[in-house]
């Protein structure tokens, strides 16, 4: 059971715009630890693809932004392309339990 | 381009140690630390630990706590990742990450080495 909790999976049709939540606690994003998020394409490492909660790395298409409010945040993406078809994992610090912890992960269908 | 390259899988029987490898290139290595994670098959990711790739200072995640350790070899800008007592749920694919933090995690992972699959069977 992860720290941080992740819908299983999130699906939408080219073009749509779906929402991936992230939900924690005051030990973790409540209370004020920046959120990542990480893609996973199918048969491949992570990659890094929102950082400090709303921030992309260079080389991320700005169809991909993160937000965050309270004890929860949020992966937004639009414009929804069959290349984005891959598991997503957000990710937070923990005071409570002193380390970096992880959502259970969320895939995502393109229908 | 900063690339992290792991060593090749390995199978290992219950009780034994695997130690991997993973050789990082297109920076300093001593202006980063390097994370260590894990991905049992089908399953999330687990921090394991961070190793400082200025000091060597280590921090480990309390479950792997004196059965893991890392180090590094500042001379070829290589992590290693040991683990000892090894059990069938010890299999999972591996992987090294760097961090921003040098001496302190600043728990960001970016980029990933390629992975590396530990398999436990007797």
């Known amino acids: 059971q992860s720290v941080l909790t992740q819908p299983p999976s999130v699906s939408g049709a080219p073009g749509q715009r779906v929402t991936i939540s992230c939900t924690g606690s005051?030990?973790?994003?409540?209370?004020?630890?920046?959120v990542n998020w990480y893609q996973q394409l199918p048969g491949t490492a992570p990659k890094l693809l929102i950082y400090?909660?709303?921030n992309r790395p260079s080389g991320v298409p700005d169809r991909f932004s993160g937000s965050k409010s309270g004890t929860s945040a949020s992966l937004a993406i639009t414009g929804l392309q069959a290349e984005d078809e891959a598991d997503y994992y957000c990710q937070s610090y923990d005071s409570s339990l002193r380390v970096g912890v992880f959502g259970g992960g969320t895939k995502l269908a393109v229908l | 381009q900063v690339q992290l390259v792991q060593s090749g899988a390995e199978v290992k029987k219950p009780g034994a140690s695997v130690k991997v490898s993973c050789k990082t290139s297109?920076?300093?290595?001593?202006?980063?630390?390097i994370s260590w994670v894990r991905q049992a098959p089908g399953q999330g990711l687990e921090w394991m630990g961070w190793?400082?790739?200025?000091?060597?200072?280590?921090s480990y995640t309390q479950k792997f706590q004196g059965r893991v350790t890392l180090t590094t070899d500042t001379s070829t800008g290589t992590a290693y990742m040991e683990l000892r007592s090894l059990r069938s749920d010890d299999t999972a694919v591996y992987y090294c990450a760097r961090d921003p933090g040098v001496t302190t995690i600043v728990w960001r992972l970016d980029p990933w080495g390629q992975g590396t699959l530990v398999t436990v069977s007797s």
């Open positions: 005051s030990s973790n994003i409540g209370a004020g630890y920046d």
């Open positions: 400090g909660n709303n």
């Open positions: 190793i400082s790739g200025y000091n060597g200072y280590t």
């Open positions: 297109g920076y300093t290595f001593s202006n980063y630390g």
